[in-house]
């Protein structure tokens, strides 16, 4: 993974000391609760419920074992002994005293983390494929580019004060696992006729309370154009985005109020004035490129000994099946440590749970961790010999509920909980749901299902693109929730569509195993969840949930 | 009344003429409106002109005319408003705007590191900032990652 030289750990150095200036300015009374905001908001701070929250960048979902103790030490002395894993590829502390925090981010400096422009108006943490690197399906590594990007958005001086906060996804394999046509920009590696590899750039897509799928405003840009081309769609957007009103001041508002063509020809002659004098050295790509090097894996054959290990142990078999995938290279596999076991928040993860992860990639994963935007962890280089004794490590840390993929692997916000902003409790619905399933061969039978659920319209949770998305609404001080269904962040992005009038809190883990019973009723052989929604519509979903009339 | 420039608290030496108000003998800055209006009495005036440009002014309307001012002060009228640093290094690099380029108003200390990148070399805040106190706030980051108009390369350029 990328490691700082001198100038990256300067700069984050300093960082920390000018958050702990403008901490005890703040404290001091000399700045405004007004003017402290973006100010802290740019360092991942934000004032909650209960207490500040701090969000800490992992930067597209890289993490070495030593960060991840150095989460685990700030779990346990700053905060109440657990952390919060996001879609956006963060940690977040829920409990941390605002004065510790400069405390917090200067030994986080310790170990190349910070949380500079974790939130604000200016360009948020790049997020990418957790499989990047290791897939099949792979054309290009998309990481060299997240840390080009990380470096060239930190500190941007013309774009920190940006109209809303601006997302960035790249995407190097043929399955989107980076939802890269949900995003502000969203960069797919693709090869043109001639055989080169550049960028798809895709603008506009997002989430919260007006979600739009992104359009393609370039099919192809070469990758010595890629930092000019963003920043005249990044200049455009900050001088022409809307400043008015801040439910539409995202660039998706933006390219639909002026239309695609017009937003692209003024992206285009932007990026033409610049092109010349901001290119991208491909010296510098190759430079970045080495940091992400194949770990040194042993020559193995895939191991045949595995089948035998499953078929001993149906629990041993259940996990490998639903939480490891294959590895491009022979005798390896990918394994899912998943966050989501029933009763628990989904995300969530306890100091101790934090050392004993970063000791097992340390035995088993050449001391690299990676987090996944559906809040699970990724071990992703393990030896196919060693899974079982891996499995029998991560069971006893509560870590190996076979769930990947399936309806108890739901992707939650923290909801009314922890978060000011929200109308609705998100965590014990999903409990909820979990618990609808205390026989696994059901949740299996229901297959591949995306549940996504947030407490609020602004989405934290992904709802809107949940095969089933689930949202809090609030009505007369009660919590309600709205159900819609159909929607995906893959390559087939798609919204889902609402399935009728809001459910109370007590009705609506019924009303999800209704559309499970629906589903069930109702596909052919072979037919997942999603497809199954496409081809019948919403009809006989609501007559199962609200009834005939 | 005092201003940063430069790097230096020193006196300002430009009266921000509002709209309204009658031609004085001295060096003055007018807003874009006037300017449009009363272009070629101001050109008359013998005096040493320049020009306020608030955040959603039309840079481009204005390109022509940059070479009448000795000044162009670009208007904070609320420190969130990030408008004005795009145009800051429009001035700079695509217009060749080489005098002082001001930033003046609602701006916070913490944004001059940044506004000083794109190109601003004078800060004029509102209120009773102490100015003093603000300088080190010019130097507060000594890596740079990006090109902009302080330093032409970017970092990966000039790492050793």
Redesign the interface.
Known sequence: MYQY?N??Q??VN??AA?FRN?TERFLKGE?SEA?FL??RLMNGLYVQKHAPMLRIAIPYGLLASRQLRMLAHIARTYDKGYGHFTTRQNIQFNWPKLEDVPNVLAELATVQMHAIQTSG?CIRNVTSDHLAGVSQDELEDPRPYCEIIR??S??????????RKFKIAINGAAKDRAATQLHDIGLQLVKNERDEVGFEVLVGGGLGRTPIIGVTIRPFLEKKHL?SYLEAIL?VY??YGR?DNKFKARIKILVKELGKEKFTEMVEAEWA?IKD??LL?LE?IE?IRKFFQPPPYETLTDDPPLLEKTAHDSRFAAWFRHNTVPHKVPGYRVVFLSLKTPGKPPGDLTESQMDSVADLADRYSFGEIRVTHTQNLVLADVKQADLLELWQEIQALGLATPNIGTATDIICCPGLDFCSLANATSIPIANGIQHIFDNLDYLYDLGDIRINISGCMNGCGHHTVGHIGILGVDKKGEEWYQITLGGSSGKDASLGERLGPSVSKEQICLAVEAIFQTYRDQRLEDEAFLETVRRIGMRPFQERVYGDN | MEIIKDGHVVTNDWRHLSDDEVLPEQAITVSVQRWKSEKDRLLTGGVPLGLRLNSDDSLEELAADLGFFSIIVLEFRKFTDGRSFSLARLLRERYGFDRELRARGDFLRDQIFFLSRVGINAFEPNGSANLQEMLPALQEFSVKYQAAVDVKEPLYRRRK
Not at chain 1, 154 to 163: A, D, G, I, K, R
């Open positions: 030289d100038y990256d300067t700069l300093e960082r000018q403008q700045l003017q973006p100010l108006n470096q060239w930190t500190l941007h001086p013309e774009f920190s004060f940006l109209p930092l200049r900050n001088r400043r004035a004098n901001l050295d510098e430079r």
